[in-house]
């Protein structure tokens, strides 16, 4: 898991090839200009979700989990608050891995939180369980799904 300002994202594109187009989409956006819903960048290997939830909340904010993709979640406005805990720490399925939506749900309690205010990114690879949403209040984000099996 990674958490940091959108103004370092350059010291991680080394981490995957995929970063370097997904960053440049979180840099390049007017966020004023895009509605919300999915945005292909790269087909299915690189794209974003843009949306404006409401927090639901520590208590009904899940773990869950990916296989497939790792998340680059990034709020535009508002608060957000995301749960996070070791996927390999997980021992509790609440619903088990769907591989057709690349996501299962775990009913263990995350063991650190993370505050992301407008500007603000994290990083969750498949070896990270998270919480997102647990915040209360409106929150506009993207969430940039980056496939981790290239080609």
Known sequence: MILDDLANLQHYQCLHPLFFPAFKFLTDADW???????????????????????????????????????????????????GWRAHHQCLHSLEPYDRGTDIGFFSDLPESWLKLSAGRFSIFFPFDAHAPLAGRGMVRKVVIKVACDVG
Do not use: K
């Not at 087909?43 to 009904?60: F, I, K, W």
């Open 32 to 82: 004023n200009q895009l509605s919300d819903g999915r945005y292909e960048l790269i087909g299915n290997d690189l794209y974003a979700m843009v949306s404006h939830e409401q927090g639901r909340g520590r208590e009904a904010a899940p773990l869950e989990y990916h296989r497939r993709y790792i998340d680059i979640q990034f709020v535009i406005s508002g608060n957000e608050q995301i």
